[in-house]
């Protein structure tokens, strides 16, 4: 929030002393949700790119206080004709990521006709 806060006074200020083409950003999905008490759940959907990111904490009067955002991004690349997934999490522990590639799944079918079928389009 702060960054966008920052880089949007930052485009503002310079747009007043010359002119600024921005890139058109395609927002086709945006969602911020609190399934549970002390989470919240970001999805946002581009036409290449999905980011989920859920962001939870244990109270301060809790035993253990602790603050966990999970996250997972996925990213098509025309290129390789593959997705890269990136699963992350950051706690107290540290962060971890895991990436992975994924192919689409192509579904082959072949029609086939039973001799009813046939027999019928024949006019038999």
Do not use: C, M, W
């Amino acid at each position: 929030g702060f960054l966008l806060a920052l880089l949007l006074t930052s485009v503002f200020h310079l747009s007043a002393a010359q002119e600024v083409i921005l890139p058109e950003v395609k927002n086709s999905f945006y969602e911020l949700s609190n399934p549970k008490p002390n989470e919240y759940v970001l999805s946002i959907i581009f036409d290449d790119f999905d980011r989920q990111e859920a962001i939870k904490f244990q109270p301060l009067d809790s035993d253990a206080p602790e603050l966990q955002v999970t996250g997972e991004t996925r990213t098509f690349y025309d290129d390789i004709n593959k997705d890269l997934v990136v699963k992350y999490v950051a706690d107290s522990h540290g962060y971890r990521a895991n990436f992975t590639y994924i192919s689409p799944v192509v579904l082959k079918t072949q029609p086939r006709l039973s001799a009813n079928v046939l027999k019928s389009g024949a006019g038999g």
